[in-house]
């Protein structure tokens, strides 16, 4: 079992770049996309794209707003649609915005590692 830790990210506004906030995410590659709190989205301006129902690990359905964020991490930069997180959800870094990332999980060491991307040969 890989365990779980924790990542210092900065999330920004994709029209004003400059406007961000500093966060402390939970790496979890078993969820699909991360979570972001509510108020920090809403005070980047970050609008939602639509609202997305989840299932959680329990199989109960719950329904989130989803919008567009930036998230950079060590240098590396994504804009990932994230999940506008409420006050009771973890604060998230999912599966899609690692790949975005160019990011995969060292489970020994527990930390985040450039990951070798792969294409189809045309």
Known sequence: MMGTFRVAVRAFSLANPALGHELEMLVDTGATQSIVPRRILDDLAVSAERRQTFRLANGESIERDVGWV??????REAHTLAVFGEPADAIVLGALTLEELGLEVDPRERVLKPTIAWLLAA
């Open 70 to 75: 930036g998230i950079r991490f060590q240098g």
